[in-house]
Nanobody, 121 residues
């Protein structure tokens, strides 16, 4: 049974930083691309960043502020978020899909339960 468990969300002031983690189990982690998505109240779930063994993608809105990484030995993906803005407030989800990596949320097979990120202005 595949499980993705996010952690690291919380309340932070604008300009601050948070690091999200996504611990995966029940899959061969290195064979999967990992993505981060977010969903704000009343909005569609949107792509944030994704990583495979060879490629990384970012949404334009987070380029230069967010960094995605992964540790295959720990079966964990990370999202380092710096210079946070109020508009980054959302529930953040990690997701997994077999390679190759991509930004299309409909292509992801497994999802975590989400972690809330709230940025106060």
């Amino acid at each position: 049974q595949v499980q993705l468990v996010e952690s690291g969300g919380g309340l932070v002031q604008a300009g601050g930083s948070l690091r999200l983690s996504c611990a995966a189990s029940g899959l061969t982690f290195s064979s999967y691309a990992m993505g981060w998505f977010r969903q704000a109240p009343g909005k569609e779930r949107e792509f944030v960043a994704a990583i495979s063994w060879s490629d990384i993608y970012y949404a334009d809105s987070v380029v230069g502020r967010f960094t995605i990484s992964r540790d295959n030995a720990k079966s964990t993906a990370y999202l380092q978020m710096n210079s946070l803005k109020a508009e980054d407030t959302a529930v953040y989800y990690c997701a997994a899909k077999r390679n190759p990596v991509g930004p299309n949320r409909w292509a992801y097979d497994y999802w975590g339960q989400g972690t809330q990120v709230t940025v106060s202005s």
